[in-house]
T-cell receptor
Framework: NAGVTQTPKFQVLKTGQSMTLQCAQDMNHEYMSWYRQDPGMGLRLIHYSVGAGITDQGEVPNGYNVSRSTTEDFPLRLLSAAPSQTSVYFC??????????????FGPGTRLTVT | DQQVKQNSPSLSVQEGRISILNCDYTNSMFDYFLWYKKYPAEGPTFLISISSIKDKNEDGRFTVFLNKSAKHLSLHIVPSQPGDSAVYFCAASPRGSNYKLTFGKGTLLTVNP
């Protein structure tokens, strides 16, 4: 298993440009999430999905869109990049068995700089 | 309003000694607590977790303690090793919502040989 993969590893954007951060997992996990980490901060939840076709907002959703058409993929779209979106972005996946929920597995991250 | 707080930005210990990392939370809905370890330029790696029905969970050198009345948890690493040097994040989620983690700001642990 490759686990959770993210592309690209690094990206530089100009203000106003759009782009999509890719996230894929090969563990058949039903739950996927996007977080951002800023210097000196913990990770903050942007959007999450509890299954294909179902997404919802997290703590910091403004400026980002998501969709989940398959179990494996959960792309994050920046509609019009702003310098405040300069951050490291992490995708994560997790699963449950009955009433027991398990930890999230994280990807290696995408470092995004908006100039 | 920080719902998960790690008040020590850094901690330095000698190899072989105990490392104790602390975490406080304010949200009474949190039911599941986790510790993640993070090296620079990598994603967080799961270390150990505990649910609110327990007050202790052990996994090898790592033990997590939960004090629900004080809304406090701690991670003990015994004995500490230089390879344990990393940033440790405390995280929490409500029941049945392991995809909605709230993280603390992290504690940088340095284990000196």
């Amino acid at each position: 298993n490759a686990g959770v993969t993210q592309t690209p590893k690094f990206q530089v954007l100009k203000t106003g440009q759009s782009m999509t951060l890719q996230c894929a997992q090969d563990m058949n996990h039903e739950y996927m999430s996007w977080y951002r980490q800023d210097p000196g901060m913990g990770l903050r939840l942007i959007h999450y999905s509890v299954g294909a076709g179902i997404t919802d907002q997290g703590e910091v959703p403004n400026g980002y869109n998501v969709s989940r058409s398959t179990t494996e993929d959960f792309p994050l779209r920046l509609l019009s990049a702003a310098p405040s979106q300069t951050s490291v972005y992490f995708c994560a996946s997790s699963y449950s068995v009955g009433a027991k929920y398990y930890e999230q597995y994280f990807g290696p991250g995408t470092r995004l700089t908006v100039t | 309003d920080q719902q998960v707080k790690q008040n020590s930005p850094s901690l330095s210990v000698q190899e072989g000694r105990i490392s104790i990392l602390n975490c406080d939370y304010t949200n009474s809905m949190f039911d599941y607590f986790l510790w993640y370890k993070k090296y620079p330029a990598e994603g967080p790696t799961f270390l150990i977790s505990i649910s609110s029905i327990k007050d202790k969970n052990e996994d090898g050198r790592f033990t997590v303690f939960l004090n629900k009345s004080a809304k406090h948890l701690s991670l003990h690493i015994v004995p500490s090793q230089p390879g344990d040097s990393a940033v440790y994040f405390c995280a929490a989620s409500p029941r049945g919502s392991n995809y909605k983690l709230t993280f603390g700001k992290g504690t940088l642990l340095t284990v000196n040989p």
